[in-house]
Structure formats: C-alpha cells, structure tokens
C-alpha cells in the first residue's frame, strides 16, 4: 500500500497474490483432507452425507453474515478509530450468531429443519446434530480471523495470513490423525472436531500477528472522512446479504437433491467434487483482495486486468486435465477413497464444473473493481439472479426426477455462476471505463515526459 504513487507492474501483482492464493489453497485442502479420513471409517456414505450436506450447509450459512468482514477491513481499515467500530461490529454480530448456531443444534429446531426443510435422509440426521454441537465456535472464530487477515493484507502482510492458514491445516490434521488412529470416532465427529480446531488455531495466530500491525503501522487518523456506523454499514449490508445469499444456495442444495433420485449417493459425492474443483476455484477466489489492495496504483486496471486473464485460463486447462484424464480416478478413488458407485458418480458429475474455476478469477476481478467504486448494491443484485438461476435448475430438476441429484445441483451451481459473472460484467461497466481513461491517460503522459 504504501507504493500507491508508483506504477503496477504483473510482477507487483503476483508478490501480492501468491501468499494469498498458498493460503486459500491451504483452506481448500482442508475438505479433501477431511475426506480422506472420513471415507475410511465405518460407514463413510453416511458420514460424508452428514457432514457435507448438513453440518457444513448450516455452519456456513450462519456464518454467512461475516464472511465479507476481510473485504470489509481490508477496503475500510484506514485508521484506529475505523478498525475500532469495525471490530465491535464484528464481536456483536459473531456473539448473536453463535447464540443462533446453539440454538439450532441444541433444540428442536434441528430436527424442523434438517427433516422437514432438507429432506435428509435417516441415516444422516443424528451423526450431523453431534457436528453442528461440535462447531459451534466455528463463527466467532473465523469473524474474528478474517476481521484481523483484512488489516494484514492491508498492510503488505499477505503472507501472514498464508502461514496462519497452514496452521489451521495442521491443527485440522492433526485432529484428524489422532481421531482416526487412537480414537475411531464417527466421521462426521471426527470431521468436525478437526474443522473447528483449526479455525480456533488460525484465529489465535492471526489475533497475535495483528497486534504490531495495528500498534505501528495503523495511523491513529488518516485523511480519509471518519468513519460513521451509518457509512460502514451502508457498505456492509449489501456484502452481506451477498455472503449470505452464497451460502444459502447449499442448504438449498442438500433440501433439493433429498426430494431426488439417488439422494444420500449424491448428498455424499457432493462434498467431495466440491472439495476438488474449490481446489482450483480457490486460486481466483484469492484475487479479489489483491484486486481491492491495488487500484489505486497507477496502470492498475491494465495489470490486474491482465493478470486475471491468466488465472482463469490457468485455472480452468488445470480442471480439464484432471476431468478428461484417469487422474480424476486416481483423485477419487486412491486418494478420496470412494468406492466403486461413488467414484463413477464423481467422474461422471465433475465434467459440469469445467467453468467454475475461470469464471472465480473473472468474479474476483470485477467484483473488486465495484468494491473499489463502493457500489456494493451491484454485488448483491448478482448474488440474487445467481441464486433466481440455480434454484430454476434445481426446481426442474425436482419436478423431472429424470436423473441423479449430484448432476442437477452441479449444473444449477455451474448456470447460477454463469448469469453472476454475467450481471458483474454489465454493472462493472462505468468503474471500468473510468479506470481504463485514467490508466491511458497516465499512460500518455508518462510517454510524454
């Protein structure tokens, strides 16, 4: 940040983005490797059934409103007293939702919602209520880290937050070594007893790294106007209700394919093919705080621009040669451990989520590009026609019950994600024209001089 008055290269860019992009692969690799242990217990079809279309689905869904806290520091974190009034924000909205999080999993309302709103299947319905018990710190710890990871990409300090996400992998495997080895826990147990150790763990380093960064590097005031709780939440609000709109989409997912053919086959390859293309989509997903950290550089949009057209085509050509080669056996079979069925469920579904990685760079991009312009409402707007798209496909996939659950959801993700990328590349139009002339016009008088 501190380079705003020199021009961006790629070079800049990619020094920005690769600590960032190690630590969203590190975060993906955390479902995989959840997965490797789960399918070698005892009834690996019901645990992975239970935790990735019930445990995680509400998890993520409660924790939806927070998620955009790292874009929220990040773009607001000018100055103490900012980073002060975001941070009680952040206690008050993580103590409410952990209240909601307990009640869910500690009373009557789990068995309303996980029987008569998702449909799940029998089998699955207790081995989720003990993962959603055993999650409960989830979202308080993952506020808390991604409040703090803000204010150190903010301040050059991306690679912090890769070496804090490598030790939320540790403590997940960890977890996941001595449940497997010593212990012969159920998988959902297991699963989530590792999830949530390694949240806790990341946000405890995370806290401790921030504390200098905060003490030395962050301005007591800046020349930015103060920052009133109405400005914050005017820009909050409308990435929230994104991030919750995102996160909603799974429950609906796991209520849609339960009413289909195939259900608990498909409700436990999910999680598993998810787990492999985030793998990739991940590695885009990083960019956008690298989008929102540089715009204000000079010859920004030219280099970020260009950079993102390099992600989505590397990202996608590294999908594809998995998909068409024996590799997405050897990823599903040897290594995931599914059995027979699953594995050909998995192969065969994996070919609907060929776009997802490109068009998670594209979406980094451009909706950095809107965060920068503070038009936040554009980003909503796309959240609400992805999830009008993905439910159409999911409703006839319902109504026909023609085929398995795991292809109609895949591809009611795949055309969701489609019609979003399409909505941001119409209402980025004006932001992106506006930093195009300003990047040419440096660009002419830079030649001139």
């Excluded at 009640?103 to 449909?119: C, F």
């Excluded at 079979?333 to 760079?361: C, E, Q, Y």
């Excluded at 319902?398 to 993700?413: I, P």
Aim: proline letters at 5%; aromatic letters at 8%; charged letters at 15%.
């Amino acid at each position: 940040m501190g380079e705003s008055g020199s021009r961006l290269t790629t070079g800049q860019v990619f020094r920005t983005w690769w600590p960032l992009a190690a630590s969203w692969v590190l975060m993906a690799l955390e479902g995989p490797l959840q997965t490797i242990f789960v399918a070698r217990l005892a009834d690996p079809k019901i645990h992975l059934a239970a935790f990735g279309s019930v445990v995680l689905p509400i998890a993520m869904l409660i924790e939806a409103p927070i998620v955009m806290l790292l874009s929220a520091s990040t773009t607001l974190c000018v100055d103490r007293d900012a980073y002060r009034k975001i941070r009680r924000f952040m206690h008050g909205l993580s103590a409410a939702l952990t209240a909601l999080h307990a009640i869910i999993a500690l009373t009557p309302l789990y068995t309303l919602l996980v029987v008569s709103v998702l449909h799940a299947p029998p089998e699955i319905v207790e081995p989720g209520r003990i993962g959603l018990i055993l999650t409960i710190p989830w979202t308080w710890s993952i506020a808390y880290r991604r409040f703090n990871q803000g204010v150190l990409i903010r301040f050059g300090r991306s690679l912090t937050v890769g070496v804090g996400t490598f030790i939320r992998l540790c403590a997940n495997g960890i977890v996941l070594t001595l449940g497997f080895t010593l212990l012969k826990v159920p998988g959902t147990t297991l699963a989530a007893l590792a999830i949530t150790a390694g949240v806790v763990s990341e946000a405890a380093y995370v806290g401790l790294c921030v504390r200098p960064v905060v003490r030395d590097r962050l301005p007591q005031v800046s020349e930015a106007q103060p920052l009133s709780y109405h400005a914050f939440l005017r820009f909050y609000v409308p990435l929230s209700l994104t991030s919750l709109v995102l996160m909603g989409i799974r429950p609906v997912l796991s209520a849609a394919v339960g009413r289909m053919p195939n259900a608990l086959d498909s409700l436990a390859v999910l999680p598993v093919i998810n787990g492999l293309v985030f793998l990739f989509r991940s590695v885009g997903a990083a960019y956008n705080e690298v989008v929102i950290a540089h715009l204000d550089r000079p010859g920004s949009s030219i280099a970020l621009a260009r950079f993102a057209r390099w992600l989505a085509v590397a990202t996608t050509l590294g999908l594809v040669t998995i998909t068409v080669t024996p590799l997405s056996g050897v990823w599903f079979g040897s290594i995931s451990g599914l059995d027979g069925s699953l594995m050909d469920l998995a192969r065969s579904s994996l070919w609907l989520t060929l776009l997802l990685p490109g068009l998670a760079a594209a979406q980094s991009f451009l909706q950095g590009i809107i965060l920068h312009s503070r038009r936040t409402r554009s980003i909503t707007e796309a959240v609400f026609v992805y999830l009008v798209a993905s439910v159409v496909v999911l409703w006839v996939g319902v109504a026909w019950g023609g085929t398995s659950g795991a292809f109609v959801a895949l591809a009611s993700l795949a055309v969701g994600e489609i019609f979003r990328t399409a909505w941001f590349v119409w209402r980025s139009r004006e932001p992106r024209r506006v930093l195009r002339e300003r990047d040419r016009g440096e660009q002419s008088a830079t030649a001139e001089a």
